[in-house]
């Protein structure tokens, strides 16, 4: 049984506590965020920007899906990727260790 624990990372930097140290993440947390990031870092957020067509939007969604489940944490086929009417997503998924993850990603 893996241990997840992490730093707190909010628009790229550490998130401190009162008395300046690193705040730590744990358990679904920590993979929330590090789903955050995968998606973030594949690039696809940047292609949502400009789709005003429902079928392009559709055809991103399954491709931040499909990046997602490559965490090997996550329970295959119990990955959500909603596209809100406020431009961001939710991304919510069945973790194998902790239940259920669920995060927040502005395009």
Known sequence: MAINIDLSIVDGDFVLSPTLTAQKLSEASVVSQDIKHRVLESGLLVKLVKLRNING???????IELEVEKDDRLVPGTIYVHHNDDKTLSIKAQTKQYNKAALEANP
């Open 57 to 63: 939007i559709a055809q991103v969604l399954t491709e």
